[in-house]
C-alpha cells in the first residue's frame, strides 16, 4: 500500500519569499506522484504530476517539484510567492497501472501568503 | 466548456435521513470516484468506477452507496448508516489509458451538514 506524508499543516511566507512544501511518499512500486491546489470552498485542481520521466516537473503558476527517490521525497516550490498562491496543496500518490486515479492523498497544507 | 457537475453545492440533513449528491461530466471519461474530505485528514476515498454498471469499494465505503448507470452520471448516496456524514465530498473523474492516466478532474463539491 502506497501513503503519502505532508510536513506542516501550516506554512506562512511573505510576498516574493520562497515557497516550499515539504511531501514525502511511501510506496512498493514506482509511484505516479501529483500536487494539487485548492481554493477555498472548491474542488482540486492538477499542479503538476510525476510519472517516471525527468525528475524536476514544472507545472502551472511558477510552480515545480522534484523527485528524489534516495529520499522518497517530492516537496513542492515557487520561488516567489504571490497574494494569489493562498490555498491548500495536496500531494498525492498513486501507483499507476490497473490503479490510475485511485490516489492516496496526504493530509494537506495551507499556504499564507501575508504582503 | 467540459467539466464536472456537483449538485446541490450545500445540503441539510436530519439524522436518519437518506441523502442523494448528484455528479454529471461531460468528458467523456470512462473512470468516476467520489472522495470525502474532512479538516485536517486530506481526502479519503469513497467509491470508484471504471466502467458503466460496474463501481468499487474505496477504503470508506461503509454507510454510502453509489450508481453508474450512464457513463455521465456518478451519484452518491449518503444513508443513515453513515455515522458522521458531515462532510465535503467530492467528485472527480478520469481517462484510464494514455498519458493522462492518474490526472484527476474534480467538481466543485457538496457540503453536506447534519442538523
Known amino acids: 500500500a502506497q501513503s503519502v506524508t505532508q510536513l506542516g499543516s501550516h506554512v506562512s511566507v511573505s510576498e516574493g519569499a520562497l515557497v516550499l512544501l515539504r511531501c514525502n511518499y511511501s510506496?512498493?512500486?514506482?509511484?505516479?506522484l501529483f500536487w494539487y491546489v485548492q481554493y477555498p470552498n472548491q474542488g482540486l485542481q492538477l499542479l503538476l504530476k510525476?510519472?517516471?520521466?525527468?525528475?524536476l516537473v514544472k507545472g502551472i503558476n511558477g510552480f515545480e517539484a522534484e523527485f528524489k527517490k534516495s529520499e522518497t521525497s517530492f516537496h513542492l516550490t515557487k520561488p516567489s510567492a504571490h497574494m494569489s498562491d493562498a490555498a491548500e496543496y495536496f500531494c498525492a500518490v498513486s501507483v499507476g497501472g490497473t490503479s490510475y486515479g485511485k490516489l492516496t492523498f496526504g493530509q494537506g497544507t495551507i499556504l499564507t501568503v501575508h504582503p | 466548456d467540459g467539466g464536472i457537475t456537483q449538485s446541490p453545492k450545500y445540503l441539510f440533513r436530519k439524522e436518519g435521513q437518506n441523502v442523494t449528491l448528484s455528479c454529471e461530466q461531460n468528458?467523456?471519461?470512462?473512470?468516476m470516484y467520489w472522495y470525502r474530505q474532512d479538516p485536517g485528514q486530506g481526502l479519503r476515498l469513497i467509491y470508484y468506477s471504471q466502467i458503466v454498471n460496474d463501481f468499487q469499494k474505496g477504503d470508506i465505503a461503509e454507510g454510502y452507496s453509489v450508481s453508474r448507470e450512464k457513463k455521465e452520471s456518478f451519484p452518491l448516496t449518503v444513508t443513515s448508516a453513515q455515522k458522521n456524514p458531515t462532510a465535503f465530498y467530492l467528485c472527480?473523474?478520469?481517462?484510464?489509458?494514455?498519458?493522462?492516466?492518474?490526472?484527476?478532474?474534480f467538481g466543485e463539491g457538496s457540503r453536506l451538514t447534519v442538523l
Open positions: 510506496s512498493s512500486v514506482p509511484p505516479y
Open positions: 468528458l467523456n471519461h470512462d473512470a
Open positions: 510525476y510519472t517516471s520521466a525527468a525528475t
Open positions: 472527480a473523474s478520469s481517462i484510464v489509458t494514455g498519458a493522462r492516466t492518474g490526472e484527476l478532474f
